[in-house]
């Protein structure tokens, strides 16, 4: 199996809207690849592979190896565009990356004990309002998942993002901005059936 985190692609000469589609029709996906001190570079890879990439939820959230016509970059997918009405990837975004600069990031919330917390035992329905969250980090630090344990999490409280246990020199981007930016994660209702 190929690697997970390394996507291969090719330059892409065809430009614009008629490019895209030429590229589509031969069972490509059309992509850019920009940021960091190069120009974009508008590329193409295979679809097929991308969607063996993007089965994997790590993708989403890790640093990438994108070969370009030999020559590999750092890289994070920045952006997927995809067909509502068929099993299709229609275009791709990847973000440049020094390894030496933070970047801004989602990363996907992982819920354990939901059931067995406080107000699970009582019958209370744990409500998410979030399932990512943006966070600000050095590439190398950037995690797959942040954990959310609901264990002590009882009927009627909330868990907010200040309450994110986050891994050594990540930072959710939100709570930057202050402390009315401490949005709820998940609350914990009663059950409309008690």
């Not at 030429?22 to 097929?48: D, K, T």
């Not at 750092?74 to 030496?100: C, T």
Request: with cysteine; net charge negative.
């Amino acid at each position: 199996m190929s690697n997970v985190f390394e996507f291969v692609a090719e330059s892409r000469a065809d430009l614009g809207t008629n490019g895209a589609r030429r590229s589509r029709r031969q069972g490509n996906v059309p992509a850019v690849i920009y940021g960091g001190h190069s120009a974009p570079q508008m590329l193409v890879l295979n679809h097929n592979e991308v969607i063996k990439h993007l089965e994997h939820e790590a993708v989403y959230s890790h640093v990438l190896d994108i070969t370009v016509d030999g020559k590999t970059e750092k890289a994070i997918l920045k952006g997927v565009q995809r067909n509502p009405a068929r099993f299709q990837i229609l275009h791709l975004d990847f973000l440049r990356v020094d390894m030496s600069e933070a970047v801004k990031v989602h990363v996907p919330l992982h819920f354990i004990n939901e059931a067995t917390s406080v107000g699970g035992k009582k019958g209370g329905v744990a409500t998410h309002s979030m399932v990512d969250v943006e966070i600000s980090c050095l590439p190398a630090m950037l995690p797959e998942f942040i954990e959310v344990d609901l264990a002590g999490l009882d009927i009627g409280s909330s868990f907010h993002l200040s309450d994110l246990v986050l891994p050594n020199g990540v930072s959710v981007v939100a709570l930057a901005q202050g402390p009315d930016h401490d949005l709820p994660v998940v609350s914990m209702m009663a059950s409309k059936a008690n």
